[in-house]
Structure formats: C-alpha cells, structure tokens
C-alpha cells in the first residue's frame, strides 16, 4: 500500500525531475495577505510571483501547502463528518508555472502522473473544462485520449478561477475520479454533482488574462500554471477507499481517538472519532503556526473548532481531557514532513488541555442548561436567541456548537434573534463607557470590538443551522 507519505513524496519527486524546485509549505497564517484568515491554497504563498511584484530564482516550483478552510470565503467546517472528502486542514499538492510552460505541459504533466507514476485506471477519470476553452478541450483529447462525454463543459465560476476583482484570471480544468454506481451522485454539472461519486482530485488552473479594472480582460504576455490536488482524496484513490476518513493516516488518529476513549472506532460514535480526527489535526497545526485560542479572528475560529471538537469527546462520554492525549499519534504521523510539529508539540498539548480544562465545567453546565430551555420541545422548536446568546456569553458556546448538539433532536436557533440580543450587549456596553473622559481611547476600543466582533462571526452567515454534524 501507499501510504500518505509515500503518496506525497511521489508528487514532489515527481515535479522535481521534471524541473520544480521542491518549495516548503508556508505557514497557515498568511505572511503576505491580512484579509486572509487562513492559508486556503497552495497558490497564497505565490500570488505576488503571478502577478510580477516578487522575483524567484526559479519559475518552477511544486508543494505539499498545508491549507484550512474553516472560517472566511471557503468554510468546510460544517461538511466535516458529512462528505467523504472534506477536511478542515488538508493539505494541497501543487505544481506551479510562473510564466515557463502553460496548458499543454500542465495537463500531460497532470495525466503522467496520475495515470502512469500512480497508475490510477484511465477509464475512471473524467475532466471539466471551462465551456469556452476550446484548447483544453482539445488538448485533453490529444493528451490523454479522453472522449467527448469525459469531457465535461462547465459555464459556472467553479471552472473560472480570479484572484481577486483585478488581477490574473482564467478558465481551470478539474479532474474527478468515479468511485463507482454504489455511491451516490451525478457527474460534475449534473443535477445530482453535490453526491460523493465523482469525487473532485485535481484543480488545474490556467492563467492567461489579467482582469482589468475599467472591466477589460487582456491576455496575460506570460500565462502561469496554478494547481492543487487534495492529498487526502488521491489517497483515497489509491488505497481503494472511497472515503478520506479511512486512508491510513486519518484512520490512525480515529483509532487513537477510540483508545483514548475506549470506544469502538466503528460503533456509534464514529461521527464524532471523525469529527475529533479531523479538528486535531487543524488545532495542532494552527498552534504550531502560532495562533491560540482567543475571542476574536483567528484565534476564535481555532477556539471554535477546538470547543467543537471537545463536545463530541464529550458526548463519547470522556469525563477528562483527552484531545491533548491524541498529539503523539498526529506527530507520529505527521512530524516527518512537518518538523514544526515536532517542535510545538508540548505547547500544543498544552494548550489543548488547558483549554479543554477551562471549557470542561462549562460546557457541563452549559449542556445542563440547554437541556433545561430545551425540555419538552419537539422536532421543527426553535431555541430563542436569547438562550443561545446566553450560552454564547456565560458558557463560551459558540453558536455552531450549539447547533451542533440540537442538530439529532431536529431543534433550530432563532439566529436573527441572537444576532440582536449580541447587539443589545454591545450597545449597554457602550453606555456603560460613556463618561469615563477618554473619548479617544474608548473609540479606538470600541473600533477593535466591533472589528473583531465581525472577525469572530465570520462564517456564521454562510453556516447553516440545518446542516451542521
Ligand atoms: P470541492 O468542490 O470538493 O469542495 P474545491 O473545488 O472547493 O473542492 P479547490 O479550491 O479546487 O477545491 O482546491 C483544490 C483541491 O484541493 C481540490 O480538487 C481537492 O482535491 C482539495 N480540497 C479542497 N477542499 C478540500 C477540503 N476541505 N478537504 C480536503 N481536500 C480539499
Ligand atoms: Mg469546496
Ligand atoms: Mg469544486
Ligand atoms: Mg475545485
């Protein structure tokens, strides 16, 4: 079998003979960007090679990026235990031309490595090509024999990527692998794509225009090449599971979650050994890039996660802090191709259990309340937003935890509700401070509040109550 590793190592190897500088993941937190909340892609560490402000000495570079997407304009935190093939951190293979080779280079690179270094069947694989890009089209029959029908146009944005509202921009080609009729779900574009069938591997993204802001789109005089490929799903691929949670090294941390606990890791607590898998891995991953758990921005968005996390081991039924246990088997598994892990290890096992410490009691008591206002409710209730802000505010429970544990009873939460009774507070709030005489400095305060406060719910808009574990 090959394992995650070994699948890794073959990518970079890969790119490497064929003339990629072999480049290092850059951090979660994004050095270049502050209106990114996490590194999301493989690409952020490059955007200012692609668009000529910054110069490497080489114009080919591959990576393995480590990427979460939880919070901000791509959020997968509610798909987690839901998809096969969502993670909050995963990490992105990725070659990269800035301004050497384009489309026909990309694409053979694409389909060598796929088909004849990872041997994948060609007759499982179909691409998505954007509906105008004739030349994709063309070169995926060329290049890798594909008919017309695994050939899919797409007219929708999925298949045209933009950095930004200026800036470079194209059309990309996305390859999906058929898991077979067993699963359910359509082929991309179709009706039923949102199924886990056709799972999506590959994004291969062509830059050849710059994107004007007087609305003009010119071609670029050096088109680059921008890809990613999930780690986790190719795995899947090759270790004949249909599903991420089960490659060798997700399986190994849902196991250590079980011997912590001592559950079955397939009994009926598997959604939540998932669930606790999956956030290990972003919490760790995020304190060894120097985030902590905190109220606002991205420090709130890893205490959310990590809370999350602790209710499920709760609801396995842990009385002690156990996340912070779970550390040795993420290391062992990761601390190779990611030594900064290694070297957090004993701040990030601190800070697990110091924080799973603090939320223990409260979230003890927050439960026993919820339980309290929810007691006789029946399916299709609505939790008051004033309980739900309650439980935000004394008990340190961030609202989709809350949806979260009301999810199986079928019980909403009045969000606009909650969202006012936040706003009352804030207002008493700033009554309270009105007087004190420093004018200046309370607005720069209250400026840093309100600033964060929006940081802090970045992601609630697109989070749906209905749709959480
Ligand atoms: P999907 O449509 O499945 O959500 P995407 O189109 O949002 O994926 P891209 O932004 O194109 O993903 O990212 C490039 C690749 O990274 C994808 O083809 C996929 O293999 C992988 N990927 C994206 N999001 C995740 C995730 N949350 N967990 C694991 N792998 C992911
Ligand atoms: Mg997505
Ligand atoms: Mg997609
Ligand atoms: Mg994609």
Redesign the pocket.
Known sequence: MQTVNDIRTTFLEFFRKNGHEVVSSSPLVPRNDPTLMFT??GMVQFKNVFTGQEQRDYSRATTSQK?V?AGGK?N?LE?VGH?A????F?E?LGNFSFGDYFKENAIEFAWNLITREYGLPADKLLVTVYHTDDEAHGLWKKIAGLTDDRIIRIPTS?NFWSMGDTGPCGP?S??FFDHGDKIWGGPPGSADEDGDRF?????LVFMQYEQMANGERVNLPKPSIDT???????AAVLQGKHD?YDIDLMRALIEASADATSTDPDGPHNVSHRVVADHLRSTSFLIADGVLPSNAGRGNVLRRIMRRAMRHLHMIGTQDPVMYKLVPALVRKMGGAFPELVRAQALIEETLKLEEQGFKTMLDRGLKMLDDATDGMTEGATLSGDVAFKLYDTYGFPLDLTADALKPRKIGIDESGFTSAMEEQKAKARAAWSGSGEAATEEVWFDINDRDGATEFLGYETENAEGVV
Not at 85 to 88: E, F, I, S
Not at 228 to 234: P, V
């Open positions: 999301n892609a990427c997407r791509h997968d798909n998809t093939r969502h993670h909050t995963f992105m999925d990309c996305e390859i799972i999506e591997i590959w994004n990613g490929m999930g780690l986790e799903r190719i991420n």
